[in-house]
């Protein structure tokens, strides 16, 4: 278990982050300048914030009311930055040692060995950083960071300058240690692939906040706010207003016409913004019976575009010509409907795949209580 | 007899260089390293013997420990006066070249990755550790550089020296006041010999400065 509480002011900066997590791998996602690396190098002890609390595993390493501090000395940690952070003037074995100084040296040597084994770098124990490719630097950076026995592992966008090949490989290396070891592991990345890749448990940030702690299937599905929304790839933003509310049944009065959305609790007349994945928006198979009779709209295809694994297609709603939709479809699926631009076609909003975001206040009142 | 003078300011160098490692490698580290308005002063003052004539500098030495000053007394009273003797030389090497010294190693600490330092603290390295076993080493070329241009400055030194310790042969009369005092005296050999020693010892030191730097840039890219 870790806990995290902490409160700083700098010149145009409030830090204001609290969270707690049990996850395996905790990701820290946010843009840059959300106070990512400020939180990990407090958790670290290398930034002392005006006031908070952090407990991992049992052990108290900052209390401001209890005048609690370990110095980063003491406190367990593996800290990986950015750039790995490997002494230039160091071998590899004498790097991964360097952490080592006060164990008999009999244990020094055997632990060295079985990190130099467990991350393949027997061949290159004797070279110095610079000798050595970006992949191969990081994995002397998790090892060196690893041998003490730390009781967390912070990396900071530690997988973010490797190119796409070898970062899939450190990813899931990194996961590896974290289960051989059973180490909590704490990530930053602005990446929305590496933290749907890596996480058990997101830790949203934005402006110095954290705005949602949650799975990474909710942070996809269920964004606390219209910018998480656009980062985690929910590219339908739309705006509406309240109607009315059935039993389990909210009407939304949206571009001329209605959705039906699951039940939300805000009253008649609120305005409300809400998104859809590109991947929920479905095409009707004409040839096939409907079964919703809601949430159906006509089209016109502006767009086929190919992505990376799949198609983008691009919509404008036939009854106004303002509103622009993005769907996401598989290659083998854009065949099989034959969509060009220009083709006219329905298309269905899933009701549950639709998500509102609370209306503004609601949305401050959301953020407190995932800081809390 | 011909070579006192080399002896002598050999000898000279030698400690002023030393006592220039001793305070300038602590100062050059505080100087990098904590932004302070008493920091930002220290800079300017120990900068002064760059822009000072040395007359002036040597002139403020003999006020400082001459006999009319109470610390120039006082080290009178304790048997090692300043004024007037080789250490007073010592004394006035070591204030021109402490600002070279300075600069190089605060150059040279400025540029150690911070970032380096913490990993080292998450890894359990006490500050002390931190500073002999991250900080110094990845300094130690600047450092070095340093070290050799303090020791050249302290060898060429003339006038500081002059005011400080005067031009008493075999005492006080280093190779920079010796060449001085040949040329004065006629003796166009003398001058001659001292000053093909003093430029060929020169040329060494440089020498050593530029193999030293190639070395470590080689090490650094390799």
């Excluded at chain 1, 083709?343 to 909003?349: A, D, G, M, T, V």
């Excluded at chain 2, 007359?55 to 006082?74: D, E, K």
Aim: proline residues 7%; contains cysteine.
């Amino acid at each position: 278990m870790i806990e995290v509480c902490l409160r700083h002011h700098l010149p145009g900066f409030v830090l204001d982050v609290a969270f707690h997590t049990t996850a395996g791998v905790t990701v820290l996602f946010g843009p840059s300048g959300a106070g990512k690396s400020l939180t990990l190098r407090a958790i670290a002890g290398l930034f002392r914030p005006h006031a908070g609390r952090v407990v991992v595993q049992g052990d108290t390493w900052l209390d401001t009311q209890q005048n609690v501090w370990i110095p980063p000395q003491r406190r367990k940690v593996g800290y990986v930055p950015q750039h790995y952070g490997l002494f230039p003037h160091l071998t590899v074995r004498e790097n991964i040692a360097f952490g080592l100084r006060r164990w008999p040296s009999h244990q020094r040597t055997a632990r060295v060995e079985e990190l130099l084994t467990v991350m393949h770098l027997r061949e290159l124990a004797n070279r110095y950083p610079r000798e050595l490719s970006g992949g191969q630097q990081q994995r002397v950076a998790l090892a060196r960071a690893l041998a003490p026995r730390p009781h967390v592992l912070l990396l900071d966008e530690a997988l973010g300058a490797l190119d796409p090949v070898l970062r899939e490989q450190l990813r899931e290396e990194v996961r590896q240690i974290q289960r051989r070891y059973a180490i909590p592991v704490i990530l930053i990345t602005h990446d929305v692939h590496e933290m749907a890749a890596m996480a058990d448990k997101v830790v949203a940030m934005h402006h110095g906040r954290v705005i949602q702690v949650a799975p990474p299937e909710e942070i996809f599905r269920r964004p606390a706010t219209p910018a998480l929304a656009r980062a985690v790839g929910m590219r339908n933003l739309l705006t509406g207003t309240i109607r009315h509310h059935t039993e389990d049944i909210t009407e939304i009065v949206w571009a001329g016409g209605t959705l039906k959305v699951p039940r939300v609790p805000y009253p008649p007349h609120t305005p409300v913004q809400f998104g859809i994945r590109p991947e929920d928006v479905v095409f009707v198979r004409e040839d096939r019976p409907l079964k919703a009779a809601h949430n159906v709209l006509t089209t016109v295809i502006v767009g086929v575009h190919p992505a990376a694994f799949d198609y983008i297609i691009t919509l404008q709603l036939v009854n106004n010509a303002s509103v622009h939709l993005y769907a996401r479809l598989p290659h083998p699926l854009v065949h099989e409907l034959h969509l060009r631009p220009g083709q006219q076609r329905r298309i269905l909003l899933r009701r549950r795949a639709i998500h509102i975001f609370p209306p503004v206040e609601e949305a401050r009142s959301s953020k407190e209580e995932g800081a809390s | 007899m011909t070579l006192a003078p080399l002896w002598l300011s050999l000898q000279v160098s030698t400690v002023a260089t030393g006592l220039t490692l001793l305070v300038g490698l602590p100062l050059a580290y505080l100087l990098a390293r904590r932004h302070h308005p008493l920091m930002n002063m220290l800079d300017a003052i120990s900068n002064l013997p760059l822009v000072l004539p040395p007359t002036v500098l040597g002139y403020y030495l003999l006020v400082a420990f001459g006999q009319s000053s109470p610390l120039g007394r006082w080290l009178d009273q304790l048997g090692i006066p300043l004024v007037f003797t080789w250490r007073g030389a010592v004394l006035a090497a070591w204030t021109v070249a402490m600002p070279l010294f300075l600069q190089a190693a605060g150059a040279a600490f400025a540029t150690v990755d911070r970032e380096l330092e913490d990993v080292a603290r998450t890894l359990g390295e006490s500050e002390w550790g931190i500073f002999w076993r991250v900080t110094l080493p990845l300094a130690a070329r600047g450092i070095l550089g340093g070290t050799l241009l303090a020791f050249a400055r302290s060898l060429g030194d003339f006038g500081t020296t002059l005011m400080v310790a005067g031009n008493i042969p075999g005492r006080t009369q280093t190779m920079a006041i010796a060449i001085y005092d040949a040329v004065q005296a006629g003796d166009q050999a003398r001058a001659n010999l001292l000053v093909g020693i003093l430029t060929i010892t020169a040329i060494a030191l440089l020498f050593a400065i530029r193999q030293m730097s190639h070395r470590w840039a080689g090490r650094s890219t390799r």
